[in-house]
């Protein structure tokens, strides 16, 4: 079955420490894998795509097919990260639409 | 630049009352999409429609029908309300169905059913 696995619902954090968000997904093929994000009071929006390769706010997220894993990164974390940030897949092509797959988020509080 | 507009932003019905929420995008986007999320839970597909004039059932269809009524326009009808269907309901668009294409959401409708 297809599934995303966030195991933590908080993360608490202080200013400046690094930061990691979980995220393990199950499927057996080749799915491409985004992650998303809520500020208060705003939008869901696509934080960053593994496709893209790209750093965005200064996260990243790296790939590791071995281990299921699509983890979020930040070295320094900031206050405006304060948010929740949901790992989400979509399989390729899957019935010809673009189905994706949500976890159920980590929320993620930066405290000064 | 609104992107995606949703409405209403909340409502609450009794169990057996019907209810559509209205969903429009902007950006000329083909596919579009409903979700709803539960507490502790991530967002999960109720319909979809990859383009005007079709619509087809996601994770999560009963209870819930759909009308692409246009390209801009994607409503989700509720025929008889049941406490089950409480949640916070999102429409999204994207320009093509396809695994890369990332979604565009609007700010959700907080519906209770009492």
């Known amino acids: 079955a297809q599934r995303v696995t966030q195991p933590e619902k908080l993360l608490s954090v202080f200013k400046g420490a690094p930061v990691e968000l979980k995220c393990n997904y199950s499927?057996?093929?080749?799915?491409?894998l985004f992650w998303y994000v809520q500020y208060s009071r705003q939008r869901l929006q696509l934080l960053l795509r593994?496709?893209s390769r790209e750093s965005i706010k200064g996260f990243t997220a790296d790939l590791n097919k071995g281990e299921t894993s699509f983890h979020l990164k930040k070295p320094f974390a900031q206050e405006e990260d304060s948010a929740m940030y949901y790992c989400?897949?979509?399989?390729?092509?899957?019935?010809?639409?673009?189905?994706?797959?949500f976890g159920a988020g980590t929320r993620l509080a930066v405290h000064p | 630049n609104a992107g995606v507009t949703q409405t209403p932003k909340f409502q609450v019905l009794k169990t057996g009352q019907s209810m559509t929420l209205q969903c429009a995008q902007d950006?000329?986007?083909?596919?579009m999409y409903w979700y709803r999320q539960d507490p502790g839970m991530g967002l999960r597909l109720i319909y979809y429609?990859?383009?005007?004039?079709?619509?087809d059932k996601g994770e999560v269809p009963n209870g819930y029908n759909v009308s692409r009524l246009n390209k801009r326009e994607f409503s989700l009808r509720l025929e008889s309300a049941a406490p089950s269907q409480t949640s916070v309901y999102f429409c999204?668009?994207?320009?093509?169905?396809?695994?890369?294409?990332?979604?565009?959401f609007g700010d959700g409708t907080r519906l209770s059913i009492l």
């Open positions: 999204a668009s994207s320009e093509e169905t396809g695994g890369n294409q990332p979604q565009h």
């Open positions: 499927y057996s093929g080749s799915p491409e």
């Open positions: 593994h496709i």
């Open positions: 989400a897949l979509s399989p390729p092509m899957d019935g010809g639409y673009n189905k994706l797959i």
């Open positions: 950006m000329n986007h083909n596919s």
């Open positions: 429609s990859a383009s005007e004039g079709t619509t």
